[in-house]
């Protein structure tokens, strides 16, 4: 896996204050929806509540939406990008779209679905059979709260990341609406009643066991752990969805366990 060297979101000088371009982008591949904007979350919003009898255009959006942002911080054309924890590969197959070297690494085939993309990896993010310093963008989506030792699985993408390259995580916080999954929002009365209530409503089983494949991540102590690293510095950390301060709901403490839904973090890789 080798990068070619240029203009991209692996940035080049270790130095200075960094932004994104903040209004998402609009190439030919993109959603052409500004970030952070109202039409943008309400696009996205109408998408998930499609999540499963149309997955197909709920994640196509996604990826795009994701890919946008990691392209704010500079084009992934030409790029190594690693996705940690990838699922069925539809932000694997949107990198590869706009020109990335995009790789999956999924641990549960059950994951990938019957057509994950063509060299798709089953392997765990904890243990990434990569050499050190080999991806431009280390990506992963909504797996943090699926780990039970986020310092570990972080560690692990900081590790694959080149320095001065990108990663991007992106999670759902315990206290978000969303915290409990398909038992949400009744895990604010408690993830055992929640899923018990899951399985009475639908009759069937829920996917997610809180402590097994679901964990309580919280906004406030994942800042803290990342900003006490000096592997990586935090360029942005933001609600990934909210049309509008999505910045500043994310520095609310308290207020940022409930309203952010889901954080955004962008962080770059400190030269050793
Ligand atoms: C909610 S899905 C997210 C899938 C995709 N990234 C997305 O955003 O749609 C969580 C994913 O995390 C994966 N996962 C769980 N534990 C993991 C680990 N230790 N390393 C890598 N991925 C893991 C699961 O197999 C699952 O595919």
Redesign the pocket.
């Given at each position: 896996m080798t990068a070619p060297k240029g203009e991209g979101v692996g940035k080049r000088s270790g130095t200075g204050t960094e932004t994104g371009t903040g209004t998402g982008t609009r190439s030919r591949t993109g959603t052409g929806l500004k970030d952070p904007s109202i039409r943008r979350s309400l696009a996205l919003f109408r998408a998930f509540l499609h999540e499963q009898d149309d997955p197909e255009s709920c994640?196509t959006l996604?990826a795009r939406d994701a890919a946008d942002q990691v392209e704010a911080y500079g084009a992934v054309e030409g790029r190594t990008v690693v996705?940690?924890?990838?699922?069925?590969g539809?932000?694997t197959e949107e990198f590869r779209r706009r020109g990335a070297h995009a790789y999956l690494?999924?641990?549960?085939v059950r994951?990938l679905g019957p057509k994950p993309p063509r060299s798709a990896v089953v392997?765990?993010?904890?243990l990434l059979p990569l050499a050190d310093g080999v991806a431009d963008v280390c990506f992963?989506?909504?797996?943090l709260e699926?780990?039970a030792d986020p310092q570990t699985?972080l560690s692990e993408m900081v590790r694959v990341t080149r320095p001065d390259g990108l990663i991007y995580m992106a999670f759902t916080n315990w206290l978000s609406p969303w915290g409990g999954?398909e038992w949400a929002p009744w895990h604010y009365f408690g993830a055992e009643r929640a899923r018990a209530r899951y399985r009475r409503r639908t009759g069937k089983a829920a996917k997610h066991t809180l402590g097994e494949?679901l964990f309580a991540v919280h906004i406030g102590t994942t800042l803290r752990q990342v900003r006490a690293r000096d592997d990586v510095r935090v360029v942005a950390a933001r609600s990934r969805y909210w049309p509008f301060l999505a910045g500043a709901v994310a520095k609310a403490p308290g207020l940022r366990e409930f309203a952010t839904w889901n954080l955004l973090l962008i962080l770059r890789r400190c030269p050793p």
């Amino acid at each position: 896996m080798t990068a070619p060297k240029g203009e991209g979101v692996g940035k080049r000088s270790g130095t200075g204050t960094e932004t994104g371009t903040g209004t998402g982008t609009r190439s030919r591949t993109g959603t052409g929806l500004k970030d952070p904007s109202i039409r943008r979350s309400l696009a996205l919003f109408r998408a998930f509540l499609h999540e499963q009898d149309d997955p197909e255009s709920c994640y196509t959006l996604l990826a795009r939406d994701a890919a946008d942002q990691v392209e704010a911080y500079g084009a992934v054309e030409g790029r190594t990008v690693v996705d940690v924890g990838g699922g069925s590969g539809y932000f694997t197959e949107e990198f590869r779209r706009r020109g990335a070297h995009a790789y999956l690494f999924e641990p549960d085939v059950r994951e990938l679905g019957p057509k994950p993309p063509r060299s798709a990896v089953v392997a765990d993010g904890y243990l990434l059979p990569l050499a050190d310093g080999v991806a431009d963008v280390c990506f992963s989506s909504n797996v943090l709260e699926h780990v039970a030792d986020p310092q570990t699985f972080l560690s692990e993408m900081v590790r694959v990341t080149r320095p001065d390259g990108l990663i991007y995580m992106a999670f759902t916080n315990w206290l978000s609406p969303w915290g409990g999954h398909e038992w949400a929002p009744w895990h604010y009365f408690g993830a055992e009643r929640a899923r018990a209530r899951y399985r009475r409503r639908t009759g069937k089983a829920a996917k997610h066991t809180l402590g097994e494949n679901l964990f309580a991540v919280h906004i406030g102590t994942t800042l803290r752990q990342v900003r006490a690293r000096d592997d990586v510095r935090v360029v942005a950390a933001r609600s990934r969805y909210w049309p509008f301060l999505a910045g500043a709901v994310a520095k609310a403490p308290g207020l940022r366990e409930f309203a952010t839904w889901n954080l955004l973090l962008i962080l770059r890789r400190c030269p050793p």
